[in-house]
């Protein structure tokens, strides 16, 4: 990247980026580390045009998340009730942040973690439905 003048690295960061919460302390740990690679990335190369950014899903719908995510389980039931979107992610909610920040248009964006999480960043403490 430094040769051809340029380049965009977009890191997969998470929402345990800026969150703890019970049993994935070593989870959260690794994109918390991430989280600051990629500022730290962003420090050292910008002086070569190269943006490091990174994008932090939040709960998604995929193959591991498929069996919480049912009516009337636990956790399924606390994702949807504290997401202000009111529902998991789609991976195609994914690609709008991608293509921004593999884009022309990141040009001037850099150390930056794009949240992609359907609100619940900003709202963790309050329940959706009250």
Known sequence: ???????????ICSMMSELGRDS?????AAKGGLKML???MATEW????IQT?????????TSQTAPIRVDGHP????????TPAARWGE???????AIFLASKASDFVNGHILYVDGGILATI?????E
């Open 125 to 129: 403490g309050k329940p959706s439905n």
């Open 46 to 49: 910008a002086k070569f045009n």
């Open 53 to 61: 950014n990174g994008i932090g899903p939040g709960y998604f719908a």
């Open 1 to 11: 990247m430094i040769e051809r003048g340029g380049g965009k690295i977009i890191n």
């Open 38 to 40: 990629t500022k730290n």
């Open 24 to 28: 994935v302390s070593a989870y959260a």
């Open 75 to 82: 956790f399924n039931d606390f994702i949807i009730s504290r």
């Open 91 to 97: 991976p195609d909610d994914l690609a709008g942040a």
